[in-house]
């Protein structure tokens, strides 16, 4: 057994040596000689807590005594550890009392006492240093010379004085100075950071573990070390590491040098070094110029087609075999699929840089445009679109519809294509600097003559319908709308004859102001070099420039649903020569 001493006095009292009580806190009794008056109350030790409060960062649980040897709480990095119990001597009579520290690692025990004090109260010790990575337990008993208390309840702890590493990283925005590699993002746009953490363990011990990440791109907040991984909750930039990584999404606001800063906090409440990422967000690169006949916003036009089960698609070259389909069966007018319906996209009746639909089935009173919702057409409901009732040369000079066979209402419409705008199909740059297409218009064959129909209200076509031609033949000839194809801005009609598969071309005189039409009046004119076999390929189109030589292309749909396309022949554009907008004069297969 070993003597219990008196740590320190007050000064000017005498020590008071202990040596005649004995201490056994293995058995936990604290015996001392007996007394002729003692009191045969004994003295009280409670309440024991360890300072600082062992717990876990990770889960915000603290308690000042583990009582469970099992996983107890972790004390961090500090100046100290202190063994506190509350004392008591129902006898008051002075008390001194005794701690017992074990090292359950190292197996070895350590004494720890107080001096003489009040009858009742807090006892305290500092102990340590104490041995990183290792694991405690301590009690306490108090003696009034004459008598001891029991021993405390046992309290254990873990100790992690190493504080844990932090890094980040990210492959769409490299570090400043990385070699070799180049930032897959841009200013404005979303990427990804990972943020790493590590707990380092000591030689013959364990560490708690890193628990959570702190990030920020604010210097001032980065030099906060006030918080805990608990403050999560309310904290969007505190995170919980999962194998030591985190990964968050951050978007640049500016270009240039930005800077991500970053601590992590081990499960002892430990935090790291402060780390700063410097990376460079390179500026965005200009939107590419909104073109007609496109369906999902990457400014090149799409053919659409019809599967075997009657959903419309993507197909063609260039075309996404991953984008999703555009228009389910069941969102076709009479919800029977898209093989038997006229549909065409170029441009939109409302304000959009990417196409809309316009579908009619033969014979149906309704004619139909559908929204694109980020190149799917069947997102939301389909909105009518009103017959014109009156109907105008082009000169506006009014006409009598049912003298010119226009019924009241697109029944008696046996085709209808968009055609772009009228008034030419090059777009404006606005005051947000947002490129805007100009909006297009419907032209259709009914009663065999040709009709056009121009924007009105969004998602309307205006009064009065424009009778192109007198001619009665238009219904023996395929309509096709390449967009620009004849040397202006003006945009272009073809068409195909059903009787020898022929194609002929039709452009727009005159001015933006003031269009001419005249070109219209004889569909048997304005011969292209090239056929296209009707009788092989019943159905026909263009979407503009396919190849990626500059000028239009067209393609047709053989019995089995293949799709070949037909080079168009002519003049490219060329800017530096002058030369703004391609001229078609024929068409060949392409290789």
């Not at 017959?387 to 046996?414: F, H, I, N, Q, Y």
């Not at 907008?581 to 297969?589: I, Y």
Request: glycine residues 12%; charged residues 15%; contains cysteine.
């Amino acid at each position: 057994m070993r003597p219990l001493r008196p740590a320190r006095h007050s000064a000017g009292r005498p020590a008071v040596a202990l040596s005649a009580v004995a201490l056994s806190l293995g058995a936990g009794l604290l015996a001392a000689p007996p007394a002729a008056a003692a009191s045969t109350a004994r003295p009280v030790v409670t309440a024991p807590r360890t300072g600082p409060t062992p717990g876990s960062a990770l889960t915000g649980t603290y308690k000042d005594c583990f009582t469970t040897a099992t996983s107890p709480g972790w004390i961090g990095a500090n100046t100290g550890v202190t063994l506190t119990v509350a004392t008591d001597s129902p006898a008051h009579r002075r008390l001194a009392t005794a701690f017992r520290l074990r090292d359950e690692d190292s197996h070895k025990t350590e004494w720890h006492q107080t001096g003489w004090s009040g009858a009742h109260g807090d006892a305290t010790v500092r102990v340590g240093p104490l041995t990183d990575g290792h694991q405690y337990r301590w009690s306490a008993v108090t003696t009034d010379t004459a008598l001891a208390s029991g021993t405390s309840t046992p309290c254990s702890f873990r100790v992690d004085r190493t504080p844990p590493t932090s890094q980040i990283t990210s492959t769409d925005f490299p570090a400043a100075g990385s070699v070799g590699v180049t930032p897959k993002k841009h200013a404005g746009e979303e990427g990804v950071f990972s943020l790493l953490g590590s707990d380092p363990a000591p030689a013959g011990g364990r560490a708690s573990g890193v628990a959570c990440a702190r990030w920020t791109t604010n210097v001032t907040e980065a030099e906060d070390t006030g918080w805990r991984c608990a403050d999560g909750a309310t904290d969007n930039r505190i995170v919980r590491l999962t194998d030591g990584r985190a990964d968050i999404k951050v978007t640049p606001a500016s270009q240039g040098t930005n800077t991500l800063y970053l601590r992590t906090q081990d499960d002892a409440g430990n935090l790291s070094q402060l780390s700063v990422y410097q990376y460079y967000a390179p500026a965005k690169p200009a939107a590419p110029t909104p073109v007609f006949g496109d369906i999902d916003g990457d400014a090149k036009p799409d053919v659409l087609l019809p599967d075997g089960a009657g959903n419309l698609g993507q197909a063609g070259p260039g075309a996404d075999p991953a984008a999703p389909r555009s228009a389910g069966a069941a969102s076709a007018p009479g919800g029977n699929g898209w093989a038997e319906v006229q549909y065409t996209h170029r441009g939109s009746l409302g304000y959009s840089n990417v196409d809309d639909l316009i579908a009619h089935a033969t014979g149906d009173r309704a004619l139909y445009v559908l929204r694109n919702d980020g190149g799917v057409f069947d997102g939301q409901s389909p909105s009518v679109v009103n017959k014109p009732s009156a109907c105008a040369r082009p000169d506006g000079t009014e006409l009598a519809c049912g003298d010119v066979g226009l019924g009241a209402d697109w029944s008696g419409v046996t085709q209808v294509v968009a055609f772009g705008s009228p008034t030419g199909d090059s777009g404006q740059t606005m005051g947000t600097g947002i490129y805007a297409l100009p909006r297009t218009s419907l032209v259709f064959v009914e009663n065999g003559r040709l009709w056009l129909a121009l924007a009105g209200t969004t998602n309307q076509v205006d009064n009065p319908a424009i009778l192109l031609s007198d001619s009665t033949q238009w219904g023996d000839y395929d309509l096709i709308a390449p967009g620009r194809a004849k040397g202006t801005d003006f945009p272009t009609l073809w068409a195909r004859s059903r009787h020898d598969g022929t194609l002929h071309a039709f452009g727009i005189g005159g001015s933006a102001e003031a269009p001419d039409f005249s070109a219209f009046a004889d569909p048997s004119q304005g011969l292209l070099s090239g056929t296209v076999d009707p009788a092989v390929y019943a159905h026909v189109g263009s979407d503009g420039d396919l190849t990626g030589d500059g000028i239009p292309d067209l393609w047709a749909v053989d019995a089995q649903r293949r799709l070949v396309v037909w080079k168009g022949t002519g003049t490219a554009p060329d800017p530096a020569s002058g030369v703004l907008h391609p001229t078609v004069t024929g068409v060949v297969p392409s290789s």
